[in-house]
């Protein structure tokens, strides 16, 4: 043999044959369903006891609720807000790190991250088993509807969809608004993440809940089971409980309800809609495997077809196209 490629093949399949056999073939998810109040350190300290809870019935990976550090402040525009904002690495990444790091398992943390002066973003730190952050990802599709405005205090993410290596395997944190969009789940799904985690705030206007509140909560609970089955890919979403008040205004009813889904839409473990809790379930990549072996919607993709994806609205045929 002459030259070092060779060797360097034999070494890539031996690296990737390591990889794989790393990658356990069933892992658990741990969920911190949450209050969440004015005090950042108390709501810190309730996210560190929730991750230790969830270490103890064996998650490997535990996401906490978006914004958990704060009540959700987008109910009203005020600046004064943008103190809470921290970088990343910061306070909540320097806190849970050691915690992963003894647990030896991932964090998915949301943060309101402060970039530069008058540069904030709605952001998730994926803290791995190390205690070292192993990638970040920011809030693509940002929301502006009464009580949730949240164009006031975040700029658009810009580090795209991502499938983020932890010590299970690849997982893709998405963020709130961005479980309406299916764009989003099947782009982490082709980057190969095996599970979604969905950080969340969402719940009822008091004066709506008694007419919408079933239909609003089935609409958010179907649209992501519908990820799971289309993507063939565990779902996993946690949301936040308790009534919140900005000071005038009914404020908005968080209904926690967080959930996990299987690879066939199937609810595998759910929580209430008014309690704080930690929900675990099983993610069994093999069932991944069967699941998408036998409904191949991955491989019968047109992706010769769908160029008018990219477009704000397509036209009527003759009157063209436009952004």
């Known amino acids: 043999m002459h030259g070092s490629e060779p060797w360097t093949t034999i070494e890539t399949h031996v690296f990737c044959w390591a990889m794989a056999k790393a990658t356990k073939s069933r892992f658990r998810v741990g969920l911190v ?15 560190v006891r929730g991750i230790q809870e969830a270490a103890n019935k064996g998650a490997a990976v535990v996401c906490l609720p978006e914004l958990f550090a704060s009540t959700y402040f987008c109910q009203r525009e005020d600046a004064s807000i943008f103190d809470l904002a921290e970088p990343i690495p910061g306070p909540i990444t320097r806190t849970l790190g050691p915690v992963a790091r003894k647990a030896r398992l991932a964090v998915v943390a949301p943060i309101f991250e402060r970039r530069a002066a008058g540069v904030y973003y709605n952001s998730v730190a994926v803290i791995g088993g ?69 950080p969340t705030a969402i719940g009822w206007h008091p004066h709506e809940k008694e007419r919408y509140g079933a239909a609003q909560r089935d609409a958010w609970k ?87 994806i990219g477009h704000r609205f397509l036209e009527a045929p003759g009157r063209g196209k436009t952004d």
């Open 130 to 198: 190390d205690g070292k952050i192993a990638g970040i990802y920011r809030k693509m599709h940002i929301p502006d509807d009464p009580g949730y405005y949240e164009k006031f205090y975040f700029t658009p993410g810009d580090l795209g969809f991502r499938a983020i290596k932890t010590n299970v395997g690849p997982v893709a944190p998405l963020i709130c608004w961005d479980q309406w969009f299916p764009e989003a789940a099947r782009l982490v799904a082709l980057e190969g993440a095996n599970v979604i985690f969905y």
């Open 33 to 47: 369903q949450m209050a969440c109040g004015a005090d950042p350190a108390k709501n810190l300290r309730r996210a």
């Open 222 to 308: 179907t649209i992501q089971r519908g990820h799971a089955i289309a993507n063939g890919i565990y779902v996993a979403v946690v949301n936040r409980v308790g009534h919140e008040k900005p000071g005038e205004g009914a404020g908005i009813e968080f209904w926690g309800s967080s959930f996990i889904a299987d690879p066939q839409g199937v609810v595998i473990a759910e929580a209430s809609p008014d309690r704080e809790e930690v929900l675990i379930a099983e993610v069994d990549l093999k069932h991944l495997e069967d699941i998408r072996r036998n409904w191949p919607f991955l491989r019968d993709r047109r992706i010769d077809a769908y160029q008018g």
